[in-house]
């Protein structure tokens, strides 16, 4: 059985650039402490979009140019940068297909005992992903480590951890 842990979008313009908050700033040291010390698979998650990012469905409800491909606020954060292994996956949207794609194809070859989702944003991409991955894998526990996430404001935050108990989503605090 493997355990399975996934870093979703620890990058510069969520941390402290175009869309940061304090509150995501604060998690970095504990995102960073949870990944040296996760005794699994850890998989990050990156935000990408284009030049053409206002002319699309999530560019005209946040007209906000972030995580633009190949600058550096679409980077993963330094400290966490530096422990990553393997190549991230980029999504275009605020859940990842090819997540749940990979990590049912995972859990074909080794049955994954759990996941467990750190990052940002509590209240967009990681509910989005917690859910789509629920719907993969309906018999893998999914946990949410809240104090390793920050929602666009402290309030969202805790409704999306609500949001995900009730959908069967292990909050851990």
């Given at each position: 059985m493997q355990k399975i842990l996934i870093v979703v979008d620890m990058q510069n313009d969520?941390?402290?650039?175009?869309?940061?908050?304090?509150?995501?700033?604060?998690?970095?040291?504990?995102v960073e402490q949870k990944i040296r010390e996760f005794p699994g698979k850890v998989?990050?998650?990156?935000?990408?979009?284009g030049e053409r990012y206002l002319e699309t469905q999530e560019g005209k409800h946040l007209p906000v140019?972030?995580?633009?491909?190949?600058?550096k606020g679409w980077e993963i954060c330094p400290q966490l940068e530096a422990?990553?292994?393997?190549?991230?996956?980029?999504?275009?949207?605020?859940?990842?297909?090819?997540?749940?794609?990979?990590?049912?194809?995972e859990n074909r070859k080794e049955q994954i005992e759990d996941i467990t989702?750190?990052?940002?944003?509590?209240?967009i991409c990681v509910i989005?992903?917690?859910l789509l991955l629920k719907a993969f894998l309906p018999?893998?526990?999914i946990i949410v480590d809240a104090s390793c996430c920050a929602g666009v404001t402290p309030k969202s935050h805790e409704i999306a951890l609500d949001a995900m108990r009730m959908c069967q989503i292990n909050i851990e605090r």
């Open positions: 969520f941390i402290n650039g175009a869309l940061g908050t304090p509150e995501a700033v604060a998690i970095v040291p504990r998989i990050f998650t990156r935000d990408t979009h140019p972030h995580c633009i491909k190949g600058t422990l990553r292994e393997a190549e991230a996956i980029d999504k275009v949207t605020f859940g990842s297909e090819k997540l749940g794609e990979l990590l049912q194809e989702l750190v990052g940002l944003c509590t209240d989005s992903n917690a018999e893998t526990p």
